[in-house]
């Protein structure tokens, strides 16, 4: 039977200034945001163009003082997430255009074309354009 990894829990502040950040300066799409009771939702978001079978972001607001001590170093560190383009330089433009801070410029590695960018929280995310298997 195949699998794949639909949704991902990421842990936001608020979630109305996630959904801001994730649509407005990212372009991600608004697939769902269903109260769930006593201030709870039911909020997701994926990369506009990657459809049904891409993997998506569960936003949760942080309910705990563990869960917004995470908030922003969701893994310790690191690069956290990496969003694929077929068009990095169209992309890298947009994103500067909307505000997103990178904390580098682009480089090309062996793998493709990638430069590091920080979300809302200032969590660490690859924008990534594969290199092709040309």
């Known amino acids: 039977m195949p699998q ?76 956290f997430l990496f969003l694929s383009t077929d068009d990095f330089d169209r992309d890298h433009a947009a994103m500067l255009a909307a505000g997103i801070a990178f904390r580098e410029a682009p480089r090309t590695e062996a793998y493709g074309k990638v430069a590091v960018f920080e979300d809302l929280y200032g969590q660490g995310w690859d924008l990534i354009e594969p290199k092709s298997a040309d």
């Open 4 to 79: 794949s990894i639909g949704l991902m829990t990421y842990l936001v502040a608020d979630y109305d200034e996630a959904i801001d950040w994730f649509v407005a300066k990212l372009g991600f799409d608004l697939v769902d945001d269903v109260p769930q009771g006593d201030g709870k939702r039911w909020v997701v978001v994926r990369p506009k163009g990657s459809g049904t079978a891409g993997a998506a972001l569960l936003l949760a607001q942080a309910a705990t003082p563990e869960q917004a001590a995470a908030i922003g170093n969701q893994s310790g560190g690191r690069v």
